[in-house]
């Protein structure tokens, strides 16, 4: 027997079966708690927001009207919560602190050295903190396991292509802020 | 070969994603390697893009796991079991039982851990021990008076702030000065859980004319998603025409989010 899509879920959950919301939060719980760390760093916080983020479903259930995924609509009010914390409490991008990287130079070495790899993920997310706050996003959603460009487009109300293009100059300024100090 | 810059912006992260058909790809290619500069940065990018999810992310606890299912529970049961409170004026209101008891438990919860965070310029850290209003016990039973009421919504823990909006849903009917104090809540408190409790308070009283034009005026300084919603959604409940310019004002800026952009739009097309 096939699992009930997120869709139908959602519709039961609209037609007052709240219990549906602990299937759809077994689903997604870990994804979202993927975003919310990415985006902020801090494991506990992003454990209360994906609780308050299940909250807001389950109160706002009537504002999903199906025409878009279940995931585009989780992650647009994903959005709205992350946006609302930061708001109150400010966040800014730190500077970076890492190594100077000649990245495809790296590349081989990568492959074989885990402490080289290690160093370069360390640094990598070190970066990341150092992005603007949309770049980080497009980013993070871009790498999320099961969501397309035409889901991150959704949730950022844009074209595919443009969602692409962001994530391209994205990666780009990323790149700028590793290999800064090389060139 | 040439190429647009957004062109190749485009098909740059496809090129990265292995998204493109063989004959696209080895166009891309030859590109690139007609490009050297882009050659490079494309293969740099392919180094990150690689790695970018392989940054460790840990685990949610069993224990957040466990919060949330309380939390479902606790929902599902009080969604069966809806209250009723009669309003002076408003007639009888039934005031979602649901939203007291995720106030308290988003209370409890949240703001130990980050509306106060250590160095917030607006908010002290909660006092340990603080204890949140018991919904058993009416204001009128436990001998709270408007005073004790206007007390708590100026109190600098927001718990507390929530305890004094709780109070007043409890209250059979709330006097003017009350009324009034919510109205200031919904435009200054800094929290909003506490600005969401007050809404949902002021939601019972919206036929006296100084709650509907509060509403209104505090439409203005919601810069919180969840506030502008509901309150838009609230202005078309109660078709308050007077709404329709603040809304617009709130839907032609550039930074509002897409998601309340829809939402405003279809609650004014219903006041229209």
């Known amino acids: 027997m096939n699992a009930p899509t997120d869709m139908s879920l959602m519709q039961q959950v609209q037609g007052g079966d709240l219990r549906k919301m602990g299937v759809l939060y077994q689903r997604y719980n870990r994804k979202l708690f993927g975003y919310f760390y990415k985006m902020n760093g801090d494991a506990a916080l992003s454990e209360d927001l994906v609780q308050n983020l299940f909250i807001r479903l389950i109160d706002y259930r009537h504002t999903f009207s199906g025409s878009g995924s279940f995931a585009s609509w989780v992650f647009r009010t994903a959005r709205n919560l992350q946006y609302d914390h930061f708001k109150a409490n400010g966040k800014h991008p730190v500077s970076y602190t890492g190594e100077p990287w000649q990245l495809s130079k790296s590349a081989a070495v990568l492959a074989e050295d885990e402490g080289v790899r290690e160093g370069l993920i360390r640094d990598l997310r070190n970066a990341m903190d150092s992005l603007p706050a949309e770049q980080r996003e497009i980013l993070v959603l871009s790498k999320l396991r099961g969501l397309t460009f035409i889901e991150i487009a959704s949730i950022l109300d844009c074209t595919e292509g443009a969602a692409k293009v962001r994530a391209h100059r994205a990666l780009k300024a990323l790149r700028e802020i590793m290999i800064k100090t090389v060139e | ?272």
């Open chain 2, 1 to 272: 070969m040439g190429m647009k810059e957004s062109e190749y912006e485009k098909l740059s992260i496809a090129f990265l994603n292995g998204e493109l058909s063989e004959k696209e790809a080895q166009e891309f290619q030859a590109f690139l390697t007609a490009n050297p500069e882009k050659e490079q940065e494309i293969n740099d990018m392919r180094v990150l893009w690689g790695h970018l999810e392989t940054a460790p992310v840990p685990e949610a606890s069993r224990q957040a796991i466990s919060n949330f299912e309380d939390v479902l529970d606790s929902r599902i049961q009080d969604e069966t079991q809806p209250i009723a409170i009669t309003r002076g004026k408003s007639g009888t209101t039934e005031i979602p039982n649901w939203l007291l008891a995720a106030c308290l438990l988003l209370g409890g919860f949240l703001l130990g851990r980050y509306v106060f965070q250590p160095g917030s310029p607006t908010e002290p850290m909660p006092t340990p021990g603080v204890e949140l209003v018991d919904t058993n016990t009416s204001p009128e039973e436990s001998g709270s008076a408007p005073d004790a009421i206007l007390t708590l919504l100026e109190e600098p823990i927001a718990s507390r702030r929530l305890q004094g909006v709780n109070q007043v849903a409890e209250m059979s009917s709330a006097d003017e000065q009350v009324i009034r104090a919510l109205l200031q809540t919904l435009i200054t408190d800094s929290n909003v859980n506490v600005r969401l409790a007050a809404v949902e308070v002021l939601k019972g009283y919206t036929d006296i004319p100084i709650v509907r034009e509060g509403l209104v005026s505090a439409i203005p300084h919601q810069d919180s998603p969840m506030l502008q919603i509901t309150l838009a959604a609230l202005m078309a409940e109660i078709q308050e025409q007077s709404s329709v310019a603040p809304l617009r004002i709130i839907i032609e800026k550039e930074q509002t989010d897409s998601i309340v952009r829809r939402a405003l739009e279809e609650s004014v097309k219903q006041i229209i």
